[in-house]
């Protein structure tokens, strides 16, 4: 089928990667959609059609999905806000549209989870996605699962520590990931649409440098020009703190934590893809940080 003759419609286009889905999407001629909860976040994209909907209210969602080929599910949540949990989101909001995406005879359903998502399902995160997944799975509609390892935007948390004066790190640092940059992985994800790809496929994807926690760690500081300090902390505290914060702390405050610390423990290395490497982004936070000019 030709690009222009495709419609793709993206939910989540609001968010970190969504943007860079939709910028790309329009950029290589498929006719685009964007279904979102407020006008106000995706304002400006030339050549990009828009829907307002509420995504936990199902007849908001009636007739939307009316002649589109590929759905395209960016759609999750870090931080819990206004009230919506990780299962209010990534699992009921995404199910809501792939029920609607079955009714409208979509052709195939591409969703975001996390790489190795199922080996961390008792994060509160991973568990509401893998949920979701598995309900892409028996929906019987042609899929792709994308398992990023991490974006760029996650490892702002090295920088931000870094930006204070010092890095913590549990263990020896010597975990390793190689994260994505998200105009590189909606490239990558683009390239799925194709409806002669494998009809039901799962895609372990990260970008094109692994680097250990430590070497983030010192690539943060070189950017900002700071002298490298350290602070190792005992493995230990890490799983203490997993074990008392879902006993004490709420989830919406300890489900960002939660996810971070158990990463914290594996290493995140999936097949190398895209150009972009981590120095330059965080020579740009820097520059944004007005360390130097």
Do not use: W
């Amino acid at each position: 089928m030709e690009k222009s003759k495709t419609n793709v419609t993206v939910v989540g286009a609001t968010g970190y990667l969504g943007k860079y889905v939709v910028r790309e999407l329009i950029s290589q001629g498929y006719n685009t959609t964007a279904l979102v909860r407020s006008f106000n976040k995706i304002n400006g994209i030339e050549s990009l059609k828009v829907k307002k909907v509420d995504f936990l209210n199902v007849d908001t969602l009636a007739g939307v999905l009316t002649q589109t080929d590929v759905l395209i599910s960016c759609l999750g949540i870090t931080r819990q806000q206004d009230g919506f949990s990780y299962m209010n989101v990534d699992y009921q909001a995404n199910l809501n549209v792939l029920e609607e995406a079955k009714k409208a005879g979509v052709k195939k359903v591409i969703y975001v989870s996390v790489y190795k998502g199922e080996h961390f399902k008792k994060t509160a995160l991973c568990a509401a996605k893998e949920k979701f997944v598995q309900e892409v799975k028996k929906s019987g509609l042609e899929y792709c699962i994308v398992r990023p390892t991490g974006f760029f935007s996650d490892m702002a948390d090295f920088f931000d520590m870094a930006l204070k004066g010092k890095v913590y790190l549990f263990g020896d640092g010597g975990c390793s990931i190689n994260p994505i940059h998200g105009s590189d992985l909606a490239k990558e994800m683009i390239e799925l649409i194709s409806l002669e790809k494998d009809l039901f496929q799962e895609l372990n994807i990260g970008g094109p440098v692994s680097y250990t926690q430590k070497e983030l760690a010192e690539l943060a500081f070189n950017a900002l020009r700071k002298p490298i300090k350290i602070v190792y902390i005992p493995n230990f505290f890490r799983r203490l703190t997993l074990i008392v914060g879902k006993l004490f702390i709420p989830t919406k405050i300890f489900g960002p934590i939660e996810f971070f610390l158990s990463l914290m423990s594996a290493d995140m290395n999936a097949p190398l893809y895209g150009q972009k490497e981590i120095t330059s982004y965080f020579d740009k936070l820097a520059k944004k940080a007005g360390t130097f000019k």
